[in-house]
């Protein structure tokens, strides 16, 4: 069966997609077209790059995340305080480039680069414009905002940008054909879950089957606050949790697969292997319920 998947955004936690996906493709679904936001949009790429699950699996079993966290210098991870002066310059204490590079890596592998080397409407990005207050789809919206060709635009370039927490990853500042400076951040700061992507004047073409990090009613954890970094973080993930509601609210739950990790932390780069399975587990079991009741 093909469907379009959605897979919303959720740091580290993302892993359980995984496990959500092997059961997936175990019982025959499969992606005619993907969308997400942040460390959704990676899953996305991958899928609509041809990746197995069980390729994206030796993947991420493999991949040390940690290598993501690229500081400045030397001197900022030896004195402390310079991040904060790195912070205040550069609006994200890393830089992301890893990021970019790794997924650049794994698409060129599959002989993609840019969004015109896949199926038109094969895949989208959710990114965040502050200087504009909007959100932006690539490659959708590339030639409206900023007059340029989205199609031959860079998928990993795209994902980079989509999965730039504030505070935490440097924004990428966007000079298109405008001439304008554009601040880009990560797309959940606006849209965490674009399941509207599939559904909004589009004529229904196959069912959609949503994959989103959270419970049905997010409980937002309580954390401690005890600095301005935290406070940013802190702000970020409540307006994570809190944006989409109201959509998903209007939107039949049968279509969203939630998937529970409460208990692990969004930014926690530095999991271990078994805190891996432990997502990919849950992902699985999360599947397996979701999937016995589906109605599409």
Known sequence: MKVDGVFSGGGVKSLAFIGALEVAEEQGIRFERTAGTSAGAIMAALLAAGYSTKEIKHLFLDLDMGYFLQEP????????????????FSLGLYKGNRLEAWMKEKLLAK????????????????????????????????????????????????????????????????????KRKNVLVDGGLLSNFPIWLFKDGEKKKRPILGMKISSLYDRIPAREVNGAIDMFYALFTTMMQAHDARYISKTTSDQIMFINTEEIEATDFHIDLETKKRLIDIGQRSAEKYLKRWTY
């Open 73 to 88: 210098t030397g001197i900022g991870r030896a004195l402390p305080f310079l991040k904060w002066l790195t912070l205040y």
């Open 111 to 178: 002989g993609i680069y840019r969004f015109s080397d896949l199926k038109p409407n094969t895949l989208k990005i959710v990114a965040s414009d502050l200087s504009l207050g909007k959100i932006v789809v690539f490659p959708d919206d590339l030639e409206r905002l900023y007059n340029l060709d989205g199609n031959h635009y860079s998928i990993a370039r795209a994902v980079r940008i989509s999965a730039s927490i504030p505070f935490f990853f440097r924004p990428v500042k966007f000079l298109g054909q405008t």
